[in-house]
């Protein structure tokens, strides 16, 4: 069996997958060779779904099951949903998926930052910049140092304390080497500017290639977050096309089981998501529902997220420009509210690849977490003054939203969302199955508000600019005032931590 060690040693792309696919841990899921991504069934619900007319009655009742039960949608509701093009049936499909997230999430965004720490790859991936051959790509690997000096700048100057760590697929990025960074990040204490106190690192999510059982154990044993693979098409016909049959991500099956392996191995957070823009967004979505049913079926776990990715351009390919398949931003929206319907209680994450205008306006379609202040070059947050500044050569592809977090902070603040940068959910052993009947209750968001109140505070205390102190700290005195009402009983213990935080205590959580 590959291990985390003795995948150094091998020489290129071919000798690698060969030594690195495990047959057995695919096969394991896919009982009697069957596939739970069943493409002719999701073929055949969309014709059928195409051949009937909508019906309001039908799609009123798949989205009271959706918001009352919080229980992930069958394909063909999903489908039938997707069929729905009066702009009155879809704002209430919009409105619905909106209460679902208040009650899954309440009003808070989980705000977090990419940090890429390689961009050496043995794959071809025919639209990321990082694909084997791009001679135009600046290759480079961080360093541990070089990675102190990353996490000095997103945890030190900026302020985040939630990580997403992104990885190219490489010997030189070994289990071993992810498994040194998440430990290097934890490890990092460093001032906060305003107050002195001490900030660092208290998530590490990470989005890398899908791995063997054995592997995901040594992430588990570091504190892994959420282990993301995005599938990038559950298409079969085109992930072949776009990920050569030479590489290790040409194995389909290889990519599509990693997250049965990943609930085997004890990391019971699992992100997926899907490349939009590479095929019919119909099909992708239909899959995705597919997939977070079979999980729950082996595992009773379903998706902690779902990304969604947007093909955006990169350097030295062509096919982000020229897929047939990119969607516009009310698709892209669309999207999103189909999504939270289907899997109510499902985290959903929109990155900085999509514009402010983008973002801005998904803001009540249903989606939960955000990036901002990113910086995706490899040490483009310690080599560039300008948070904002990218260069091409030096990343996967270009950002949309340059913001900065204390611009969207306001900017939540503003219309009454707290950004959250609560991560004690995880490190009170509120993952996977324990933390699944808690969300589709409504009980994890109302509790999370405490944890979110005081991460809050912190965060204005030790970085805000004065506009945004001030206006965080009104939306604090509602947040408490709201807590009082729903807690009278617990609130003097939560008020005895919110002062103590207002002291320059850190990391105080329920
Ligand atoms: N190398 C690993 C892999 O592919 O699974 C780790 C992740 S890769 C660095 C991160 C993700 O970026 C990919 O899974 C893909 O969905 C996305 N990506 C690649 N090229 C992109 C592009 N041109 N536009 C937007 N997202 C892209
Ligand atoms: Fe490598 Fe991932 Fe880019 Fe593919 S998407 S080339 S695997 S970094």
New binding site residues.
């Given amino acids: 069996m590959a291990t985390a060690k003795d995948i150094r040693h091998f020489a290129n792309a071919e000798d690698y997958t060969k030594h690195f696919i495990i047959q057995e841990e695919i096969d394991k899921y896919l009982p009697g060779g069957k596939h739970f991504i069943d493409d002719d069934l999701i073929n055949r619900t969309l014709a059928s779904a195409d051949a009937s007319p909508v019906d309001p009655v039908r799609i009123r009742e798949i989205l009271a099951k959706s918001e009352q039960t919080c229980e992930t949608l069958t394909v063909e509701e999903t489908a039938a949903l997707m069929r729905v093009e009066d702009p009155g049936l879809f704002e209430e499909m919009r409105a619905a998926a909106d209460r679902i997230k208040r009650k899954v999430y309440d009003n808070r965004i989980v705000m977090f930052a990419p940090l890429?720490m390689s961009?050496l790859?043995v794959?071809g991936?025919r639209?990321?910049?990082?694909r084997e051959g791009n001679e135009a790509q600046k290759r480079r690997v961080l360093t541990m140092d070089e990675l102190k000096e990353e996490i000095d700048v997103v945890a030190g100057r900026i302020g985040h304390k939630r990580l997403i760590a992104?990885?190219?697929?490489h010997p030189t990025t070994s289990t071993e080497y992810i498994a040194e960074t998440i430990e290097t990040c934890y490890a990092r204490q460093v001032p906060a500017p305003r107050t002195g106190c001490k900030v660092g690192i208290r998530r590490v999510n990470v989005?890398?290639?899908?791995l063997p059982v054995a592997d995901l154990k040594v992430l588990r044993s570091v504190g892994i977050g959420t282990f993301?693979?995005?599938q990038?098409t559950y298409n079969r016909k085109l992930y072949e096309e776009m990920h050569p049959a030479w590489s290790v991500?040409g194995n389909y099956d290889w990519?599509t089981t990693c997250f049965h392996r990943c609930l085997e191995a004890g990391v019971d957070d699992v992100g997926l998501?899907?490349?939009y823009?590479l095929c019919d967004w119909r099909f992708e979505l239909l899959a995705t529902v597919m997939h977070a049913r079979d999980l729950e079926r082996w595992f009773n776990i379903g998706p902690h997220t779902l990304?969604f990715?947007?093909?955006?351009?990169?350097s030295g390919?062509k096919?982000?420009e020229e897929s047939p398949w990119l969607i516009d931003d009310e698709t892209f929206a669309r999207i999103l509210v189909i999504a939270r319907l289907s899997v109510p209680y499902t985290g959903m994450i929109v990155t900085a690849?999509e514009s402010a205008k983008s973002r801005d306006h998904v803001l009540d379609h249903g989606m939960t977490q955000l990036d901002c202040s990113s910086n995706i070059a490899i040490k483009g947050y310690s080599d560039f003054e300008n948070e904002a500044h990218q260069e091409k050569e030096r990343q996967?592809?270009m950002l949309g939203d340059n913001r900065s977090l204390d611009e969207m902070v306001r900017t939540l603040a503003a219309r009454g969302t707290i950004t959250s940068f609560c991560t004690a959910g995880y490190r009170c052993g509120r993952t996977g199955g324990c933390i699944m009947d808690a969300l589709k209750t409504g009980r994890e968001g109302k509790f999370c508000k405490i944890n979110a109140v005081l991460t809050f505070r912190e965060w204005l205390d030790d970085f805000a600019s004065d506009s945004t102190r001030e206006i965080g700290g009104k939306l604090i005195d509602r947040e408490l005032a709201a807590i009082k009402e729903w807690l009278p009983r617990f609130y003097p213990t939560v008020l005895k931590q919110y002062e103590a935080t207002c002291r320059g205590e850190r990391d105080l959580f329920f």
Avoid: D, H, I
Avoid at 166 to 169: F, K, L, W
Avoid at 309 to 314: T, V
């Fill in positions: 890429y961009n790859c794959n991936c639209y990321c910049g990082f992104v990885y190219g697929e989005n890398a290639a899908p993301q693979v995005f990038e991500k990519r998501g899907v490349l823009g990304s990715p947007r093909l955006e351009p990169a390919t096919v982000p690849r996967q592809f």
